[in-house]
């Protein structure tokens, strides 16, 4: 591989990763975690583009700021069971398939990153985790300005592991032309996910410079980000997220982790169609 091939898939899984970690929450349907209720045949199309800052992997104390695309997608066929089919950078591409009063449950295939060792000297020896397709089901309810949302996630392929996730968000208009959205979340992983991101094998033991180590499972991470959206104009519109994870348990304890605390942000600009 040559190192300008190397440096391009670093910077790519930098950018999925801080795209995944909660930047991409600065789109406002995103945000919300929840495509809107759109007539049949109606659809939304916003796009931009912004820069992230996020952890180099996570566990990192180094950050990184990447460029990135801002694409939030939902349409509404005019069909039987399937309500609203939907693309952004949080859950991939996706369907609500039922809707009912607030509440609304669906699924979508999305891309989980991987991590490459050569991003720091400190993971020599320790192997990449390769990029793969990530599965989810969720269950989200909208109240208003108030949200909840429940959701599962599988990685397929080369990655392993299933993934819990609890949020709560809150939507808070300031003035006619700027919106506050808040969202809290708590991540539980598996064993198989824990171990792969935060474990060391024996055999990774043997070429790093870490002890061996079992990730068991249990909670991950907690975090919270606030996101403001300022409409320059009725179509053009102006994000930014400031937010802020925390690992827990054996991903805290994990040698592999630098910092227990995972700051990120984005500052984006975005048209609506």
């Known amino acids: 591989m040559t ?3 190397r440096r391009l ?11 995944l970690a909660g930047a991409a929450t600065a789109l406002p349907l995103a945000a919300q975690a929840q495509p809107a209720p759109l007539a049949a045949g109606g659809w ?11 952890p180099a992997y996570p566990g990192s104390e180094t950050t990184q700021v990447s460029p990135f695309p801002l694409v939030d997608l939902a349409y509404r066929p005019a069909l039987p069971l399937l309500d609203t089919v939907f693309l ?10 039922f809707r009912q009063g607030p509440f609304s449950i669906g699924g979508s295939i999305g891309y989980a990153p991987g991590r490459d060792q050569d991003v720091a000297a400190r993971l020599q020896g320790m192997g990449d985790i390769e990029g793969a397709a990530r599965a989810k089901l969720f269950l989200r309810g909208d109240f208003g300005r108030f949200g909840l949302s429940l959701e599962a996630a ?3 392929g080369d990655q392993e592991g299933t993934t819990l996730t609890i949020g709560a968000s809150m939507r808070q208009p300031v003035g006619p032309r700027l919106m506050l959205l808040g969202r809290v979340e708590a991540s539980w992983a598996d064993e198989e996910s824990m171990q792969q ?14 002890a ?6 249990g909670f991950r991470s907690v975090q919270g980000s606030l996101t403001a959206i300022y409409s320059l104009s009725d179509r053009w519109s102006l994000n930014g997220t400031a937010g802020v994870a925390q690992l827990l348990g054996d991903a805290a304890d994990s040698p ?9 942000g984005l500052v984006g600009v975005t048209y609506r169609f």
């Open 256 to 264: 592999i982790t630098e910092s227990k605390t995972q700051p990120f």
């Open 44 to 54: 939304s199309l916003r796009l931009g583009a912004g820069a992230a800052v996020g």
């Open 3 to 5: 190192p300008e091939t």
């Open 212 to 217: 061996a180590y079992n990730a068991e499972a």
């Open 197 to 210: 991101w935060f474990g060391v094998t024996s055999r990774q033991a043997s070429r790093s410079r870490f």
């Open 154 to 156: 599988r990685a397929l």
């Open 88 to 97: 952004n950078p949080r859950d991939g591409l996706g369907v609500v398939a």
């Open 9 to 19: 898939r670093q910077t790519s899984r930098t950018l999925a990763t801080l795209i």
